[in-house]
């Protein structure tokens, strides 16, 4: 399986589940199709999704490899897990591609976002502490012991 | 040797049946509580030597079958036949040449056999052109819990 994402300067295809001979076609005919219509700077190959991969994968990133050449696109692959990671060392592949792991930056779900929540709650801590502080000065002698 | 267990499966070499093949492998592996690692690595090596009978051995012709053999060796060895009886290899030695493929259009890589003995503690091919290949692995599969086990102590 393959999502793309095409944006000005790239072209993200977005990879899933087992990445074999039986499914590999699809996927590179997929993404060829994509690269033809926008020619994109740069290529990335998202494998935080993929949960098997042979070496029909290794053949996937050698032939968009070499597309990319034909134009001087450059190629990345993002986020192999640790035994995508192992073919990708034993193939000599990892050394076509630069290799990066975006997974925290590059996939932010819609749903998470973490400053929206403690924010609105800060100001109601602030808010009281101007309270309370006004009811001591009328007492006064906190004061006078602070300024000796 | 002494088979402690054993598990005989044939099929059609059509590419469906990959995927089939090497989760049934690893699901008899399994019994041995092996490692992640080890267990992720068998997966690929089958799926190499499966994939290379249905892609080179009936070659434009209709899919015959493959019959794997796993077996569980004394000592925690997994045993794997793979067998077709297809086209053959006339080159043993060139087709387990890093980056060799018989079929490069299809933008096979090349790389199978190797990952096949990367991934396995023994890998051995045999083939007669004309009548079929056997592709013979063997893997001594670490016990997961235990050596997690050892490591504490």
């Known amino acids: 399986m393959v999502e793309l994402k095409q ?27 994509a690269v033809r219509e926008q020619y994109p700077p740069v290529l990335i190959l998202d494998f935080k999704q993929v949960s098997f991969m042979d070496s029909s994968g290794i053949g996937l990133i050698m032939g968009r490899s070499r597309l990319l ?12 897990p640790p035994h995508i990671r192992k073919v990708l060392r034993i193939s000599g592949a990892d050394r076509l591609a630069v290799i990066r792991n975006t997974s925290r930056k590059e996939r ?12 609105p ?3 109601e801590i602030t808010e009281l502490l101007p309270e309370t502080a006004p009811e001591k000065e009328k007492g006064t002698e906190p004061e006078h012991a602070y300024a000796q | ?18 995927s089939f093949a090497r989760t049934m492998v690893c699901a008899f592996a399994a019994q041995l509580d092996p490692t992640v690692e080890d267990l992720a690595d068998l997966r690929t090596a089958v799926s190499e030597a499966v994939t290379n009978s249905i892609v080179h051995a009936y070659r434009g012709g209709v899919p015959g079958p493959i019959t794997i053999t796993v077996r569980l060796l004394p000592g925690g060895v997994i045993y794997i036949r793979i067998t077709d009886r297809g086209c053959g ?28 003995q990367s991934f396995t503690d023994k ?3 045999t083939s ?26």
């Not at chain 2, 040797?1 to 990959?18: G, I, Q, V, Y």
């Open chain 2, 123 to 125: 890998l051995t091919v």
């Open chain 1, 121 to 123: 709650e800060m100001p």
């Open chain 1, 69 to 80: 050449e034909e134009y001087g696109g450059v190629l990345e692959i993002h986020n192999p």
């Open chain 2, 89 to 116: 290899i006339a080159d043993i030695a060139q087709a387990m040449t890093p980056l060799y493929s018989s079929a490069p259009a299809e933008e096979r890589a090349g790389l199978g056999f190797t990952v096949m």
């Open chain 2, 1 to 18: 040797m002494h088979t402690l267990n054993e598990l005989k499966c044939t099929f059609p070499a059509r590419s469906e049946n990959e």
């Open chain 2, 128 to 153: 007669r052109p004309g009548h079929g290949t056997t592709v013979v692995m063997r893997k001594k599969m670490q016990h997961g819990t235990e050596q997690q086990t050892a490591d504490c102590s």
């Open chain 1, 7 to 33: 944006e000005p300067q790239k072209l993200t295809a977005f990879l899933s589940g087992e990445l074999d001979h039986h499914h590999a076609k699809e996927i590179r005919e997929a993404i060829d199709f």
């Open chain 1, 108 to 119: 932010p779900k819609p749903a998470q976002k973490p400053p929206a929540i403690p924010i």
